[in-house]
Every structure is written in structure tokens, then in C-alpha cells.
């Protein structure tokens, strides 16, 4: 039986985390709108239905939906090569369907086979990309568009020569407004007294403070004000036919094209896995280690995606930097995620002009403080000391996430854990040891429990380096399958080479179907007469 839920358990903490989502995901829906070639509101719609329908529906305890950064560019072709707007919505529409389907046929589980260090990896690049995509908003340099995750950026430019960009357009105001909340956040993590106040966000008391200090630059004429292209933009209807106009349908007279369904089953795939990845970190994140049905999540999505293109949204997906930033708020249920989902419709709706007066200098500092949090030395620190198998995937991932995008350093990165694994199987194949007797050493090799033709090289390279005159026992007691191929090498080393160069082989624990004749009792003797000797020296 499916344990029930009360959504109302945590709701002190779950607003508190709620509010500093809305907060995030504000800026990042309007961006991503406005990337995509998309109307700015349709945005702000994808985050209300991510955030209520997909909150409700998910079986995820911390994942957030929204507009996805990884959907940008396909979101802008796509756009483009149909035409219009409302016929691209019908793909989207088409893209619910096929996750719904996905869903049902139980295809959620592929995320089970991706390896933790490719997730942690998959973490700390989004980690290190949020903190070199924010850098230039907190110095008042907003050439890039929020929530922009791509290396090569949209006017001619990339993440490093942005950076560099910085220098050329520093806005002082933005400095001392992005600074004060960085202290304010860190100052709410860390004093007891002020982590009392559970209900009031660090972040909103950072957002309040960028708000009234803008206004006060504003008001006395001063040079520190911060323009109004450095500040939040949603568009303000200003009569009820204005806010119908924003609401757009699909226009279902392109589902015969085939197009249309070829960016339906595109934006489907795309969104599914990158849901699997981010409701696999949320996952790794949770501090109470719940695991979410990655099945019910593909369907809440499918059906988020089905209600956001009836209503005029984007296509949406489970997304990481949400994600993170509603865990780092303290979020405890789903409950944080319908909340900013809520918040997002409400202010839309009722305080847009005050909503246009935040900075993204704050919101920047917010977002860095989310992105270090990712990315943390701890972590680097903790996968270099297990060892070059568990590293090389991680950096793997994160540098082609850095370089590349999500999907394509997730892909490396699982090529190189399957590299790590097989390299590490072949060494695991057998334990090779040598033990002292008084009439000369005995070697001994314990194979494993699976030896398979990737064992090949390693066990002929043992096998070839054993010196003339040796004893050796090959044991496979513990052996479930042994690879024909390893069965020939053993054969023919104990038939050919053993009787050529004088070594005395004893085989033990074989099954009778390998057709490998065990010791003879002459061989038998030798070895009983060795364990004798030792037995004595002791």
C-alpha cells in the first residue's frame, strides 16, 4: 500500500523554500521565453503548470518543472521551421502524449543505470556553468539572457569571453547591491539566531533590501541606480483583452504535418531524459534519501506538457538549477514546488510592476551561492581519493557539461564509467598470490566469480609471466561462468606449456562440463607434500 502524504506536514519550511524558488525561477522563465523566440509569458506559464500540475502530480519530493535551458535551441528551430507559435504548441502537445506513453510503458527506469559519479559530475558542472553565467549579472553585465546554460551564447560570444566582457561594463550599483546579498545570505545560513527565522528566506530579505537600495539610488538621482535593462521584465497587460491576447492555443490544423510530429517526438525525448537526470540528482540531494517513481514522473510530465501547450506555455522538463535551489532553501516535501508554483500565477496576476523592480544583480547573487553549493571542493576532494575509476567519469562529465551541454556530458561521462568498469573487471577476473613453502613457492590463482572474454588479456598475461619450475593453483571454487576463451587459454597453458617448461599445475573446483581434467593424483602428492612441509615449519 502507497503511503499517503500530507502535503501540509512542512509547511513552515516548504513556503519559506517555495518563495526563494519563485524568486529563482521568475527571471529564468522570462529568459528561456525570450531565448526560445518564444512570447515572454509563455515562460511564466510553463513555470505556473510545472510548478502546480507536475508539483502535484510528481512522486518527487524536491524536483522543480519549468521552461528547460536545454530545450532552447530546439524550441527556436522548431518555432522558425513550422511558422507559428500555436502550431508549434500542437507539437508540444503531441511531446505530452508520447512522455504519457513513455511513462506507461515503464521506460522511467533507464535512470537506474546511470552511475553516481556521472550524476555528481552532471551536478558540479551545472554548478560551475551557474557561477560563471552569474558572475556577469552581478556586475551589472546582462549581455546574456537568464538561465542561459550553453557555452557559445546567442550574440557571437561564450561563457569565458563574457566573462571578459564584464570589465568593459561594470555597473557600481549592481557591485554593492549583488555584494550586501551575498552577505545577507550567507549571514542567514550561518548566525543561529537569524536560522530561527525559518519563514523568511535569507533570499527575500536579499531581494527586499536590492529592491529598496535600487530605489533609494533612483530617488536621489544617483549614478549607482540600476537601469531598467538590469532589472526583472515581465510584460504588464494593461486591459483584460491585452491579458487574453497572451494566452495562446495550438492551432491543431498542423497535427497531418508530419514536421510537426517529428519536434513532438524530439522535445520527448530530449525533456524525458533530461527529467531522468535531474529527478536522479534530486534524489542524490535528498538528505532523507527518498527515491522517486521515475515512471509516474515521465506521466506528470507528459501531462504538465499536454495542459502547458493547451494553455500557451513552453515545453517544460525537471530542472536542476531549480532543483538545487529549493533544496539549498531547506524544501522538505513537494509541497515547496506547488507553492512557487502558486506565487508564479499570483504575482503574474496581481504585482507584476513591483515584480519588475528586482534587480538581477540579487537574483544573481541567489544563483551563485546555489551554483557554489553544487560544485563545492568536497566534492572534487571526495571522488579524487576513491580512486581514478570513480574520478575520470566525474571530471568527465562536468567539463563536457561545462564545454558542451547536459546530455552530451552525461553521454561521455557513461562511456567513460562503462571503460572504468570494464578496465576494472578485467583486473577483478582473479586474485593472484604467491605463498612461501620450504621446498619452493606455490602460486595461487582464485579466479572470480564471472570471468568473461574480457578477462582474456589480463589472466594470459598472468599466465604468461609464471617462470619455469613453478607450482601453481588455479582455483575456480567460487566460479559461476567461465568464458570459453579463458577455458582454451588455461587448457592449453597446462597441456602445452606447463609440461615444456617444467611447471606442475594443479586445477581445482572446475565443473565437469569445462571438459578441464583436475590434478592427477602424482601432482596431488606434490602439492599435499608442500602444505606437509609448511605445516611443520610452523
Known amino acids: ?163 571578459l566582457g564584464i570589465f568593459d561594463y561594470i555597473q557600481l550599483g549592481s557591485i554593492i547591491i549583488a555584494a550586501l546579498s551575498i552577505l545577507i545570505l550567507i549571514a542567514w545560513d550561518k548566525l543561529p539566531f537569524l536560522k530561527k527565522l525559518k519563514l523568511i528566506p535569507g533570499a527575500l530579505i536579499a531581494v527586499i533590501l536590492g529592491v529598496l537600495l535600487n530605489e533609494i539610488f533612483i530617488s536621489t ?55 531522468l537526470l535531474c529527478v536522479e540528482a534530486a534524489d542524490r540531494m535528498d538528505v532523507h534519501k527518498r527515491y522517486t517513481d521515475t515512471n509516474i514522473e515521465l506521466k506528470a510530465q507528459g501531462i504538465g506538457n499536454l495542459v502547458s501547450s493547451l494553455l500557451g506555455g513552453l515545453p517544460m522538463t525537471s530542472v536542476v538549477v531549480r532543483t538545487s535551489a529549493n533544496n539549498n532553501a531547506g ?13 508564479l500565477l499570483l504575482s503574474v496576476l496581481t504585482i507584476p510592476a513591483i515584480l519588475n523592480k528586482i534587480p538581477l544583480a540579487t537574483l544573481a547573487a541567489i544563483l551563485l551561492l546555489v551554483g557554489y553549493k553544487l560544485a563545492k571542493p568536497a566534492t572534487f576532494k571526495h571522488f579524487w581519493e576513491n580512486g581514478k575509476y570513480q574520478f575520470a567519469p566525474f571530471i568527465t562529465t562536468l567539463l563536457a557539461v561545462v564545454f558542451l551541454d547536459l546530455l552530451k556530458g552525461v553521454a561521455l561521462g557513461l562511456i567513460i564509467s562503462v571503460f572504468a568498469i570494464l578496465r576494472g573487471n578485467m583486473k577483478r577476473a582473479y586474485h593472484f598470490r604467491k605463498e612461501q613453502y620450504h621446498d619452493g613457492d606455490v602460486i595461487h590463482i582464485d579466479l572470480a566469480q564471472e570471468v568473461s572474454f574480457l578477462n582474456k588479456a589480463a589472466i594470459k598475461e598472468t599466465l604468461s609471466k609464471i617462470p619455469g619450475n613453478s607450482k601453481v593453483i588455479i582455483n575456480a571454487q567460487d566460479t559461476v561462468y567461465i568464458a570459453h576463451d579463458v577455458l582454451d587459454l588455461i587448457k592449453e597453458f597446462k597441456k602445452i606449456r606447463a609440461k615444456e617448461e617444467n611447471i606442475k599445475v594443479k586445477l581445482t573446483g572446475f565443473k565437469k562440463e569445462y571438459e578441464l581434467e583436475n590434478t592427477g593424483e602424482e601432482e596431488k602428492h606434490v602439492f599435499v607434500t608442500t602444505n606437509l612441509n609448511k605445516l611443520q615449519e610452523k
Not at 123 to 129: E, K, M, N, Y
Not at 239 to 246: H, R, V
Request: with cysteine; proline share 4%.
Open 1 to 163: 500500500m502507497t503511503k499517503k502524504i500530507n502535503l501540509f506536514a512542512n509547511l513552515k519550511s516548504d513556503f519559506a523554500s517555495g518563495l526563494v524558488v519563485f524568486l529563482v525561477a521568475l527571471p529564468l522563465c522570462l529568459g528561456i521565453a525570450m531565448a526560445s523566440g518564444a512570447p515572454l509569458f509563455s515562460g511564466i506559464i510553463s513555470g505556473i503548470v510545472g510548478g502546480i500540475v507536475v508539483g502535484y502530480l510528481s512522486k518527487s519530493h524536491l524536483s522543480v518543472s519549468g521552461p528547460a535551458a536545454g530545450l532552447t535551441a530546439i524550441v527556436l528551430t522548431s518555432i522558425t521551421d513550422l511558422g507559428a507559435f500555436d502550431i508549434f504548441l500542437t507539437a508540444v502537445f503531441i511531446s505530452g502524449l508520447i512522455q504519457l506513453g513513455l511513462g506507461f510503458l515503464k521506460a522511467g527506469g533507464i535512470s537506474n543505470y546511470i552511475p553516481t559519479n556521472v550524476i555528481e559530475g552532471m551536478l558540479a558542472g551545472i554548478g560551475i556553468i551557474i557561477i560563471l553565467k552569474q558572475l556577469p549579472h552581478a556586475f551589472g553585465y546582462d549581455s546574456d539572457f537568464e538561465g542561459d546554460m550553453a557555452f557559445s551564447q546567442t550574440d557571437g560570444s561564450n561563457t569565458f569571453s563574457a566573462l
Open 221 to 275: 538621482g544617483s549614478s549607482l541606480a540600476i537601469g531598467k535593462e538590469h532589472l526583472v521584465s515581465l510584460p504588464i497587460p494593461s486591459t483584460f483583452e491585452e491579458f487574453k491576447q497572451i494566452i495562446v492555443t495550438p492551432n491543431f490544423s498542423g497535427i497531418t504535418n508530419p514536421k510537426v510530429w517529428i519536434v513532438g517526438l524530439t522535445i520527448a525525448i530530449v525533456a524525458s531524459i533530461e527529467t
Open 331 to 343: 524544501a522538505k516535501s513537494k509541497m515547496s514546488t506547488i507553492i512557487h508554483g502558486v506565487l
